[in-house]
């Protein structure tokens, strides 16, 4: 069974600082890992996604996600946070030949000005 | 240009009504998904789809079904509406990519059941 957890059920940032928000996943075989953010009262927007290579993936508006085997980790970044980034931030995981998405339990994300 | 709809967007019946949830996608793809979310909750998948008359159930159990008669429309449907079934339900579509290819998901329907 393929699972994923998002540790932080909020994160609280000001504007202009860095934002991480965590993802740490558990699938057979290699792993196909995404981020989608929600805003409120709308759908899935996709971000970006690690299929191969390299471990250091860039999305989109300035997001970028490091791929760690060893610690099976997925987190989210940008370096510098919008007051347009708050948002519900949802990682998730497909593993093998399953080709059913399963969602992190998601993270709301808070920029202050 | 290509996209994913959903109407209604917001829905409030009163139990015992049935009622069927649209989706539409203009990419061609050929896997179409069902979510159910409360709001600001993880998603839940219902229902989905590898292609024409190709139907299965996800992993939360629901008592709503679904067709896939044309490429492009997968609605939802809901025989007797209980207020058990307020939710967000949310209809995304995938092109076959060997396991690599996202979601593209649909603004969502709102449901509320009195």
């Known amino acids: 069974a393929q699972s994923v957890a998002q540790p932080e059920d909020q994160v609280n940032v000001a504007e202009g600082n860095p934002l991480t928000v965590k993802c740490t996943y558990s699938?057979?075989?290699?792993?196909?890992l995404f981020w989608y953010v929600q805003y409120p009262n709308r759908g899935l927007q996709f971000l970006l996604k690690y299929i191969t290579g390299d471990n250091l993936v860039k999305g989109s508006y300035g997001f970028e996600a490091e791929f760690n085997k060893s610690q099976t980790s997925f987190h989210l970044k940008k370096p510098s946070a919008l007051v347009s980034d708050s948002a519900l931030y949802f990682c998730?995981?497909?593993?093998?030949?399953?080709?059913?998405?399963?969602f992190g339990a998601g993270t709301t994300v808070t920029v202050r000005a | 240009e290509a996209d994913i709809y959903q109407t209604p967007r917001y829905l409030v019946i009163g139990t015992g009504k049935k009622i069927t949830l649209e989706c539409s996608q203009t990419?061609?793809?050929?896997?179409m998904y069902w979510y159910q979310q409360d709001p600001g909750m993880e998603l839940h998948l219902i229902h989905y789809?590898?292609?024409?008359?190709?139907?299965e159930k996800g992993d939360l159990s629901s008592e709503s079904t679904v067709s896939r008669i044309r490429t492009e429309h997968f609605p939802l449907t809901l025989e007797s509406a209980r207020p058990s079934h307020t939710s967000q339900y949310l209809c995304?579509?995938?092109?076959?990519?060997?396991?690599?290819?996202?979601?593209?998901f649909g603004p969502g329907t709102r449901l509320t059941v009195l």
């Open positions: 990419m061609g793809h050929d896997k």
């Open positions: 995304a579509s995938s092109v076959f990519a060997g396991g690599g290819d996202e979601q593209f």
């Open positions: 998730a995981v497909r593993g093998g030949n399953d080709y059913k998405l399963s």
């Open positions: 789809s590898y292609g024409v008359n190709s139907t």
């Open positions: 699938v057979s075989g290699n792993p196909y």
